[in-house]
């Protein structure tokens, strides 16, 4: 229940991180196009060219990934914890002597499913690892109220 709730919690701060990351860039896009930098290609307005344009759209969908991945990936790598996992006391531990790298936290990232793989945690009785917890070496423990203040990191 606990992966549960910070799975939520996560997705909550994620949604909000990829709206600040698209107004962003929205922005920029329609002072770029309304200032003459870019041309409009015939469109009268900046956001009737952007929603018509399916290579600014990408450029979006793009950038608002990247800041949502990078949220992860830099909270795993700084703390071991993500807001949520923070929240609710859970952190990412290596189970083996090798330090904590970013192509295992992307491995970890790649094999989460957007979250279907933590659903192996209700079948590994024994170990409680998710599916990205297995390919990435990593496990999810839960903490103590005082190992979980971040100065005792």
């Not at 608002?64 to 992860?72: A, C, D, H, Q, Y």
């Not at 990936?73 to 071991?80: A, E, I, M, T």
């Not at 290596?94 to 936290?105: F, G, I, N, Y």
């Not at 659903?119 to 409680?128: E, G, I, Q, R, T």
């Amino acid at each position: 229940m606990r992966r549960l709730a910070a799975m939520i919690y996560d997705t909550l701060v994620a949604v909000a991180v990829g709206m600040c990351a698209a107004m962003v860039v929205i922005v920029t896009l329609i002072v770029l196009l309304s200032n003459g930098v870019l041309d409009l290609q015939g469109y009268e307005q900046p956001a009737e060219l952007i929603q018509a344009s399916t290579g600014y759209k990408l450029l979006i969908q793009v950038w608002v990934g990247l800041w949502v991945v990078g949220f992860f990936l830099w909270f795993w790598k700084r703390g071991g914890q993500t807001l949520g996992m923070r929240a609710w006391r859970l952190r990412i531990f290596s189970t083996v002597d090798a330090p904590m790298t970013w192509p295992r936290l992307i491995i970890r990232l790649v094999a989460s499913l957007g979250g279907l793989g933590t659903l192996l945690v209700l079948f590994d009785f024994k170990h409680k690892q998710s599916l990205q917890d297995r390919l990435a070496q990593t496990q999810v423990l839960k903490l103590t109220k005082e190992s979980n203040d971040h100065k005792s990191w």
